[in-house]
Structures are given as C-alpha cells and as structure tokens.
C-alpha cells in the first residue's frame, strides 16, 4: 500500500512558466513532508519541507504548499529553468522515534527552454 | 568532499552469489540508512542504525544483514543474490532519527546500482 502517492509520473513544462508537483498521502500521522530531487546517477538531494503546523513554505523559487484536509501537497516551482530538470520526490514521516522518510514514486519534471 | 559515499557504483554479480555495498558518511551524522529503489521507481527504507544500533528494520529477507563498524559506517550484505535484489540501492544518514524539535534532512549516498544475472 502507498502512503505517499504521485500520480503524475511526468511533467513538462516551458522556461519561465510555473511547474507544479504533486503529492497525496494516506497516513494521517504524517507531520513532516519533503521534497527531494534527483538527477540521473545522483542520490536524492532535499529541497524543500513543511511542517504538519504550516500550510505554506518557500524558499526561493520553490513553493510547498500544504492542504491537511485533502491530505496534499503541492510543490511549485516558479519561474521554472531548465537546470529543474530531474525526478522529484514527495516523503513523508511521523514525529515519533524510530521513523524514517516515506517516498512516492517520482515526478519527472522536464523543463524545455 | 562527498559527504555520503557508496562503493562500488556498479555492481553486476551472478544469483546465489554473496556481496557488499559499503557506505560511509563524513558529516558526524549519528543515523544512517539503506533505502531500495526498484525496477517501479520506490524508494523504499530498509534499515536504519542510530550511533550503530539498530533502529529500524522493515520486512526484507534476512539475506540482507547491515552492519555498523563504527558511527560513520553502514555496509549492506546480501547473501545468496535473486534476480529480485536488482535494484538501485541507496544510504543515507541525517543528524538525529528521533529529535522531535528539530527535523534533520537525510543526505543521501550517489546509489549502487546492482544487476543479479
């Protein structure tokens, strides 16, 4: 079973335009959430998280946006440029000892200039 | 300077045989971990070792045995290889696994990429 789901496995968006992620999750004891990037042949790099008290963080361009009700959260990348391009990750976890991060599946983001 | 390190990058090897990926941290993190990626994209946690204890160890089969020689290291056995244990495989280690107040990030490991023939 996915707790942390990405349904979008690809986007593709223009230089300048805005990308928007996607992510949902299941567990309702999620009080954490990462995004995380990747490049081919790279580990995953952290982006981005927001806290379970927070509906909103940024940081630059990127933009997590957290909707507790609906159990999702967005990731929005503005203006997008084509170093963007790579897979990104959605985790989630719990604030209890003992928990690591929960990843979705990946979005692939490609960014054409 | 590479924070999380893993050898050998690329890891071809017969089924049944047994082999090791090393990992090794240089950022004096206390947790390490070792995640799946497979043939569908999960990333999956397998184990995890806090200051070389065992904290988590999800459902892999006990072919898979990590061990902890010091804080900075986490190395992944697996013995009798399966075409199954193909995969991506990916450590990674973060400050603390239970600090409440302070969320660590988790600094992942470049991945080896291991194909069971």
């Known amino acids: 079973d996915q707790q942390v789901k990405q349904n979008s496995p690809s986007l593709s968006v223009q230089e300048g335009r805005i990308s928007i992620l996607n992510c949902d999750y299941t567990?309702?004891?999620?009080?954490?959430f990462l995004w995380y990037k990747k490049y081919p042949a790279e580990g995953p790099t952290f982006l981005i998280s927001i806290s379970s008290i927070k509906d909103k963080n940024e940081d630059g361009r990127f933009t997590v946006f957290l909707n507790k009700s609906a159990k999702h959260l967005s990731l929005h990348i503005v203006p997008s440029q084509p170093g963007d391009s790579a897979v990104y990750f959605c985790a989630a976890s719990e604030d209890q000892a003992g928990t690591a991060l929960i990843f979705g599946k990946g979005t692939t983001l490609s960014v054409s200039s | 300077d590479t924070a999380v390190s893993q050898t050998p990058k690329y890891l071809v090897t017969q089924m049944g045989n047994d082999k090791s990926i090393k990992c090794e941290q240089n950022l004096g993190h206390d947790t390490m971990y070792w995640y799946k990626q497979d043939s569908k994209k999960f990333l999956k946690i397998m184990f995890s070792?806090?200051?070389?204890?065992?904290?988590i160890n999800e459902t892999v089969p006990n072919r898979f045995s990590p061990k902890s020689p010091d804080k900075a290291h986490l190395n992944l056995h697996i013995n009798s290889l399966e075409l199954g244990d193909s995969a991506v495989y990916f450590c990674?280690?973060?400050?603390?696994?239970?600090?409440?107040?302070?969320?660590?990030?988790?600094?992942f490991g470049p991945g080896t990429r291991l194909l069971v023939l």
């Open positions: 990674a280690s973060s400050q603390d696994l239970i600090r409440r107040k302070l969320k660590e990030t988790q600094y």
């Open positions: 567990n309702s004891m999620f009080d954490y």
């Open positions: 070792y806090n200051n070389k204890e065992l904290i």
